[in-house]
């Protein structure tokens, strides 16, 4: 069956998108080695190293592994890595054969398990909180993970309303194309790039939630877990405007903060 014709937004749109016997653009995407795997980390939380050293740490949304195998090497004292993706899980599990590290210190799982909750330390959740179909459930599960008075760092973006908050940027580099353009023209030029039939946003690969700042902030005050610093990136380095009520879900592209379990 042929392809319905493209409606004229969605020509225009298909026009400022990449050839569809290209490859992918490169906006957005990290690729992680063994040398950058905690580089993000690193720099979105002054003295990472420190919080981690010796502790129990949960790698929530671990991945393929690369940044719980990094901390275990680092001097974590445990890394549990979670994950709901089994591809995810069979290469974090494979990556971890490969090195050498001593019995008990990292170890991948689908969930954590009711014997280790309250066990850890610390719990991080990289990039993740944008695609979540329960973000509110997935806060609840880190403040039970972790101990009394353990900290959950939690960084990811870009959330929904900045330039790129539709990660459709593989495809794209107009910003804001999820506000100059309807959910369907979107995802009927999306689909000349990816043959997943996604309708929404929701149903992408990793899916998306249409997270914004506000709404993790009103997420982060239900779940009873204690704001103890937050740092939010806008762009083009331009950080005073996640100040500006008007601006500021707009502008910020990065949100990162260290919350505490009090009970």
């Not at 709404?215 to 005073?240: H, N």
Request: charged content about 20%.
């Amino acid at each position: 069956m042929e392809p319905a014709p493209l409606r004229l937004a969605e020509r225009l749109l298909a026009l400022l998108s990449r050839p569809t016997n290209g490859t992918d653009l490169s906006g957005g995407v990290e690729e992680w080695n063994d040398a950058n795997a905690l580089d993000l980390l690193r720099r979105e939380f002054p003295g990472f190293d420190a919080m981690i050293g010796g502790k129990g740490v949960l790698d929530f949304g671990c991945g393929n592994g690369w940044q719980a195998l990094a901390m275990a090497q680092g001097g974590a004292g445990y890394v549990l890595g979670v994950d709901t993706n089994e591809r995810c899980l069979r290469t974090a599990r494979d990556l971890a054969a490969r090195h050498s590290l001593p019995t008990g210190r990292l170890g991948f799982a689908h969930s954590i398990g009711p014997d280790m909750l309250g066990g850890f330390d610390v719990a991080i959740s990289q990039n993740s909180f944008e695609h979540l179909a329960d973000p509110a459930s997935a806060l609840r599960q880190l403040r039970h993970a972790v101990r009394p008075r353990g900290l959950v760092l939690i960084t990811f973006g870009p959330p929904w309303l900045a330039p790129y908050g539709s990660h459709m940027y593989f495809f794209t580099n107009v910003p804001w194309v999820h506000l100059l353009f309807s959910e369907r023209t979107v995802m009927r030029v999306r689909s000349r790039f990816r043959s997943d039939g996604a309708q929404r946003y929701e149903e992408v690969e990793g899916g998306l939630n249409r997270m914004t700042v506000g709404r993790f902030e009103r997420l982060v005050r239900a779940s009873g877990l204690q704001p103890k610093w937050k740092r939010y990136r806008c762009i083009r380095g331009l950080d005073a405007l996640a100040n500006i009520p008007a601006a500021r879900e707009l502008c910020i592209n990065v949100v990162s903060c260290v919350l505490s379990n009090p009970s």
